[in-house]
């Protein structure tokens, strides 16, 4: 069974940074792609970054420039730094397998505020 377990997240204001991790249990983690996702209430959940198994990595435009998805192969691990934090990045965010979407994890809370 595959487990997500994110964490990272917290109160920061406007152009800050965070660092958020993944850990990743019961998937072959190096033979799949990782992204990154964020939900606010009321809304669909949407794809934030993603990250293939070679290394290459996509970003939604809203934080183009701003975030940097990254995976740690050894540890079964995926990052997303994010900078220049923007309230509107505050949401809940969770990682998961973008070709075979598993069970979501808890999401870790980021809220910017001022």
């Known amino acids: 069974q595959v487990q997500l377990v994110e964490s990272g997240g917290g109160l920061v204001q406007p152009g800050g940074s965070l660092t958020l991790s993944c850990a990743v249990s019961g998937v072959f983690f190096t033979f799949n792609p990782m992204a990154w996702y964020r939900q606010v209430p009321g809304k669909d959940r949407e794809l934030v970054a993603s990250i293939e198994r070679g290394g290459n990595a996509h970003y939604t435009e809203s934080v183009e420039g701003r975030a940097t998805i990254s995976r740690d192969d050894a540890r079964d691990m995926v990052y997303l730094r994010m900078s220049n934090l923007k309230p509107d990045d505050t949401a809940v965010y969770y990682c998961?397998?973008?070709?075979?979407?598993?069970?979501w994890g808890q999401g870790t809370q980021v809220t910017v505020f001022s």
């Open positions: 998961n397998i973008p070709t075979s979407l598993q069970n």
